[in-house]
DNA sequence: CATTGTACATACGGTGCCGTATGGAATACT
DNA sequence: AGTATTCCATACGGCACCGTATGTACAATG
């Protein structure tokens, strides 16, 4: 269970070169951001990371071990995370812009979260399990959407469809990344979000 | 080559259950929108056939051949198709309005069409060849969408940015719809063309 | 220094899929 | 009637992957 074994001597007095149940964790997510779900095969990593699948049953009981600590990672590290990112911006306005922009650029140890979205998202369409998971973050997403639209003075029917449909364009923006980048320009999407924000918000100039 | 080999006497005469080769294509279209384009396997598509893999290689070359062929039919009858249908109404708004309601509902021999584009979508990304046709197809989608924002009064930059954004978002949906449809309701994206609509032709109220 | 546990390597059986080769039944052709 | 053509069934070899069983070098421990 635990990440590391013991934390002090595990890779400088060992050989140096041991994996950890992270580390294939890791090379998963870059294969499901490359390539999607399908991609993420025991065997293909093991070649990847220069070892056999034996390494990878010691590590996990099985492949859909390995998809499950996939989605812990998502459901951890992302979400929760761009959302503390702007809390410390001062007005609702600015804080959904903030998170436009990290939500286009984020990355995570070399590998493009957009990608990794696009990936999550195609995944649940085929693993009923990994749907449910996947429902749940988005779910947390809209709230946190929605509450803000809220405090920038919607009511809860314009919030939710506004907070819906600005998380509709961004999975088209993470959709079409993967095969179609001039139609997923940044600016595509952030004009959206302008779009919506001033639908609530009143007219800018 | 011929769909059907000569037209007169082919399924009354003949043993009345043979399959065409476009029986096969259907059957690959319901599978890729239900399953994805890893659900198109030429022995499990014989077996929702009830027929043998011999019946599959008389018809085709191989499984590429197949999916070339879902792509053609995909390129011929959507579309061009669906813009053909709204160009009896009288305004651009009221085009792309119909338009917007077309792509919520589509359905052809009984798949839905939603549920296939989706499947198209994430094909592309698994496969540059796929890709280059879906982008294809694209293009002319956002061809149009520029050209009825155009009459509506945008210039070339607004147009292409609302069009692109408009198709961002149904992206949004067609993926959604697949997974978590409580997202992809058609509301939001109605609200969205709305937004959109609003912002080239003044607002409406 | 012998023992134990760690982190792998290697080898195996099994499955699902692809494409081919070949055979066979029904129909159309002359 | 006899032959050719159409459409499909069956059988085969091959590949990529899964999971398991077993062996093994190395470090940690007493």
Chains 1, 2 share one sequence.
Do not use: C
Request: proline letters at 3%.
């Amino acid at each position: 269970m635990p990440l590391l074994p013991f934390g002090k001597e595990s890779h400088l007095t060992r050989k140096a070169k041991e994996l950890t149940r992270n580390d294939w964790v890791l090379a998963g997510l870059a294969a499901l951001a490359e390539g999607g779900i399908d991609s993420v095969r025991v065997e293909r990593l093991a070649k990847s990371l220069n070892v056999s699948k034996g390494s990878f049953y010691w590590h996990f009981s099985d492949r859909s071990d390995l998809l499950s600590a996939l989605l812990d990672l998502w459901e951890k590290d992302f979400t929760a995370q761009l959302i503390a990112n702007v809390a410390s911006q001062p007005t609702p306005r600015a804080r959904l812009l903030a998170l436009a922009e990290e939500a286009l650029d984020a990355s995570m140890d070399g590998v493009d979260v957009a990608q990794a979205e696009g990936a999550f998202s195609a995944w649940a369409v085929l693993d009923p399990a990994a749907a449910v998971r996947v429902r749940a973050i988005e779910a947390q997403r809209i709230g946190y959407l929605v509450r803000e639209l809220s405090l920038m003075g919607a009511d809860t029917a314009q919030a939710e469809l506004l907070a819906k449909g600005i998380y509709l364009a961004l999975l088209g923006v993470f959709a079409a990344r993967r095969y179609n980048p001039a139609l997923a320009e940044d600016a595509v999407f952030r004009r959206i979000v302008a779009l919506a924000l001033d639908a609530v918000g009143g007219r800018r100039r």
